[in-house]
């Protein structure tokens, strides 16, 4: 099981790499960085069919999305001078809250 959620986080980390990477692509003009996110975006997509093996597709779902979300936000925010209010801060918290009961309670279901 661990194994699986190590794929799982492997996916995020692999979504997020792309995603962060789409404003250096410059709307895909950029040759290496549009490749590197779309080996990143692959590879993400690649890992996840590992995990929808072993876990129900909407806990691999809301959890890819939800600390994907959660990450990118934070992310931008640090790279992008991206400001945050804080009623987007408090939306944030609760989406990790959320991925953590979603994970807690679906573990009695697997």
Not at 25 to 47: G, H, R, V
């Amino acid at each position: 099981m661990i194994k699986t959620y190590l794929f799982l986080f492997g996916a995020i980390i692999f979504e997020v790499t792309g995603t962060m990477l789409l404003p250096v692509t410059q709307n895909f003009t950029k040759l290496i960085p549009t490749s590197i996110l779309a080996i990143c975006y692959l590879s993400a997509f690649y890992l996840l069919t590992f995990v929808v093996h072993k876990l129900p597709i909407a806990i691999v779902y809301a959890t890819w999305s939800g600390l994907g979300v959660f990450t990118i936000a934070i992310l931008g925010y640090i790279f992008f001078k991206q400001s945050l209010s804080w009623q987007a801060i408090l939306g944030l918290f609760l989406i990790v809250i959320g991925v953590i009961l979603v994970n807690a309670y679906s573990s009695k279901l697997i």
